[in-house]
């Protein structure tokens, strides 16, 4: 049973900070510049079970979306409570809170209004463009919220809506943009704070391991209590059904592989990027 979500970052940070230590995890914390809702220090957290010389290694994220790291927190420190004493491969390594300004300010995005999942593309390239964003950045974004501009961006979007659909709509907006820093789903000017942790830690932590697997935690998509997989390697057959707990009420996972996802998101921390995603 998973136990019920925390109030604040603060107090799922210490309850997974506990139960990694009854699980006899090692630990290893890495401050954030920038302080949370309540003046708290932030941090990603580290719990590692498993021999530290495992060949192969399954990593765990929560919070890459700030706000959806109360569940993942969750879940991680549910599976913590499994695994104590666990010594033998593969190790298990959980990133907590990936993003732990959005999730102590309960945002999506990072302190930067950046979505991590918009972050990870080629810097050295010029950046993706989405020019139909760009027609729309005043009309997701107005500046003022009075009712003439609540009806104006409404008809606005139902406009576009009824001229391109709504999955090339979903696209335009979700898709990722870098031009408009107080817009939606914004990619950054380069790499932030929480992805240069990331590649420092995995470059570190799985040099020489000859198999790793990454499970990053999200919420937000699909029926209720119910586990989505999306991978970035597709399994034979094209659609697998898993029967594993994924969630707090769920009882089987099905991969997306057989239904390609509704739109492309540039810059997630995917091993093949050109692969869409939906988060």
Not at 88 to 110: C, D, E, I, K, Q
Not at 117 to 135: C, G, I, M, T
Not at 147 to 170: C, I, N, Y
Request: glycine share 10%; aromatic share 8%.
């Amino acid at each position: 049973m998973i136990a019920p979500l925390s109030r604040s970052y603060a107090d799922a940070r210490t309850a997974f900070l506990d139960a990694a230590a009854a699980a006899g995890a090692r630990i290893e914390s890495s401050p954030h510049p920038r302080r949370g809702l309540d003046g708290e220090q932030l941090a990603v957290d580290v719990a590692e079970v498993g021999p530290a010389d495992a060949d192969t290694v399954i990593v765990v994220v929560s919070g890459t979306h700030g706000v959806e790291g109360y569940l993942g927190s969750a879940l991680q420190r549910h599976h913590l409570g499994q695994l104590a004493g666990h010594d033998t491969s593969p190790a298990f390594v959980f990133v907590h809170a990936l993003n732990p300004y959005g999730f102590s300010w309960v945002r999506r995005v990072n302190e930067d209004n950046v979505d991590l999942n918009r972050n990870f593309v080629d810097w050295s390239q010029p950046l993706p463009r989405n020019d139909e964003y760009a027609e729309l950045a005043d009309v997701i974004v107005p500046s003022g919220w009075s009712d003439d501009e609540q009806q104006a961006t409404l008809l606005a979007l139902l406009g576009k809506l009824e001229e391109v659909g709504l999955e090339r709509l979903q696209q335009i907006i979700s898709g990722g943009q870098y031009d408009h820093p107080t817009g939606v789903f914004y990619g950054g000017t380069g790499p932030v704070w929480s992805h240069r942790w990331l590649r420092e830690f995995a470059s570190r932590r799985l040099a020489g391991v000859a198999r790793a697997a990454v499970i990053d935690l999200h919420t937000g998509l699909g029926p209720w209590g119910h586990g989505e997989l999306i991978s970035s390697q597709v399994p034979a057959p094209s659609r697998t059904s898993v029967s594993e707990r994924a969630g707090p009420t769920s009882r089987r996972c099905t991969t997306a592989a057989a239904s390609p996802p509704s739109w492309q998101a540039t810059g997630s921390p995917s091993p093949s990027r050109s692969r869409p995603t939906r988060r």
